[in-house]
């Protein structure tokens, strides 16, 4: 078997996607105090597969070096974020703002700025002791479901009947679940604002 394209270091990105998921938890429970519940319905994280990375090298016209995979490309670590309510989404990105050795170096926000298919969701890229780097995605529950479902959809399998049909149903959905999660948000706002 070849070298790991993560050279020595996976040890190292194994520490700081621990390190980061445990700030997460940390935020998770400042903001279950402040709010009286968990706004957080599930965090995961991952490490990209030796394959991934290869690959995304390949896709991207990197060689497939230690180098590329922790310096070029940012998301050798992965944390998704699922949030009940939009609000939580940005609460949670300026929380992960002031933890102390890690900057927010790219923000991609596709919730206020969805992509032409409807996808929804708050891109981080995050710098860590100024050295290692990882993708912070932060979603709603709707949001979630929607990318999920669409991945499942589409996952190695080329559409080519019903094409403009299915990707037009797929931004419909996308369209009616961010207007339930800006309903969802108004009624938790009315509550929150009951004596």
């Known amino acids: 078997m070849s070298d790991s394209i993560y050279g020595p270091y996976l040890s190292e990105l194994e520490r ?39 690959d995304k090298c ?3 016209g990197f060689p497939e070096t230690t180098e ?9 670590i992965g944390i998704r974020v699922v949030a009940a309510f939009v609000s939580d989404v940005y609460r949670i990105r300026t929380l992960l703002s002031q933890i102390d050795g890690v900057q927010i170096v790219e ?7 969805a992509k032409p298919n409807g996808y929804r969701s708050l891109h981080l890229i995050v710098q860590c002791e100024e050295r290692w ?12 479901t929607w990318a999920a479902l669409e991945h499942h959809m589409r996952y190695k399998k080329k559409i080519s009947r019903n094409l403009p049909l ?3 149903e797929l931004k419909r959905c996308a369209d ?20």
């Open 16 to 54: 700081i996607r621990a390190s980061l998921v445990s700030e997460i938890e940390r935020i998770r429970a400042e903001l279950a105090a402040s709010l009286g519940m968990d706004p957080v319905e599930h965090c995961l994280s991952r490490i990209k597969t030796e394959q991934s990375m290869r």
């Open 58 to 60: 390949r896709r991207k």
């Open 68 to 76: 590329s995979a922790l310096q070029r490309i940012h998301d050798a």
């Open 107 to 113: 923000e991609k926000d596709y919730i206020r700025h």
């Open 133 to 144: 780097y990882a993708e912070i995605q932060l979603r709603t529950i709707s949001m979630d």
């Open 166 to 168: 299915i990707e037009a």
């Open 176 to 195: 009616e679940l961010a207007s339930t999660d800006l309903s969802m948000q108004t009624i938790r706002d009315m509550i929150l604002e009951e004596p």
